[in-house]
């Protein structure tokens, strides 16, 4: 539901009225908001109860620039492993994705970049890269999603997956990395463009008689 955007960001959570929506009772509920806390889509506030988890911009920001880090190196382990089987578990994401993308499937195709995703560091981060990718990623998803509803957002992320692809099955490590990194980069640009919260750019100012 958060995920989806059912539940939005800022929202409180009303443990009694989940529980009665899902048909269970408030125990396993109650145990699967402390998880979500613990993974950073929930946050606890004493006294107030669980609420969905808000970033603001500046720390969207940042955030992007960490998952740039982690997902170049991801991609760089990847290019240096050249596993075939890793190779063609991604391609059939990217085609996936291309699938959602002619569509016209934004929720499809977010559904598969966050697949796509996952794998880059399940086959070239560590545990520790993974978990931390996972956090982020958990604090960024809402923007995440927005900024790949545009057809030819999804457009860009998908050739810029491609990029990653041919440089990993080339052996390339240095172009994978950097790959990587330009694909957050341009994720990071095109969740600027959408974001409703920035003021307009201002225009220079030209000499009189300009």
């Given amino acids: 539901m958060i995920l989806a955007g059912t539940l939005a960001a800022g929202e409180?959570?009303?443990?009694?009225?989940?529980?009665?929506?899902?048909?269970?009772?408030?125990g396993p509920v109650?145990?699967?908001v402390r998880g979500l806390e613990r993974t950073g889509l929930l946050v606890g506030v004493r006294n107030q109860?669980?609420?969905?988890?808000?970033?603001?911009?500046?720390?969207?920001?940042?955030?992007?620039?960490?998952r740039a880090a982690i997902t170049g190196l991801a991609c760089a382990r990847l290019a240096e492993a050249r596993d075939t089987a890793q190779i063609a578990a991604l391609r059939a994401i990217v085609k996936r994705m291309d699938v959602a993308r002619r569509a016209a499937e934004p929720a499809v195709y977010y559904a598969a970049n966050l697949d796509f995703h996952a794998a880059l560091l399940d086959f070239g981060g560590g545990p520790r890269a993974q978990r931390l990718y996972e956090e982020l990623g958990n604090e960024l998803h809402l923007y995440r999603r927005?900024?790949?509803?545009?057809p030819e957002n999804m457009r860009a992320s998908n050739a810029e997956?491609?990029?990653?692809?041919r440089a990993i099955a080339r052996g390339d490590v240095?172009?994978?990395r950097a790959a990587g990194e330009a694909h957050i980069a341009g994720g990071k640009s095109r969740f600027?463009?959408?974001d409703t919260t920035r003021p307009p750019p201002v225009a220079p100012r030209g000499r009189a008689g300009e």
């Fill in 12 to 26: 409180r959570l009303n443990e009694q009225a989940l529980a009665t929506r899902l048909g269970v009772s408030r």
């Fill in 30 to 32: 109650r145990e699967a």
């Fill in 49 to 66: 109860g669980s609420f969905v988890r808000h970033v603001s911009a500046a720390e969207a920001l940042e955030i992007y620039d960490l």
């Fill in 146 to 150: 927005r900024a790949l509803v545009q």
């Fill in 161 to 165: 997956h491609a990029d990653i692809l």
């Fill in 174 to 176: 240095p172009a994978a």
């Fill in 192 to 194: 600027q463009a959408t």
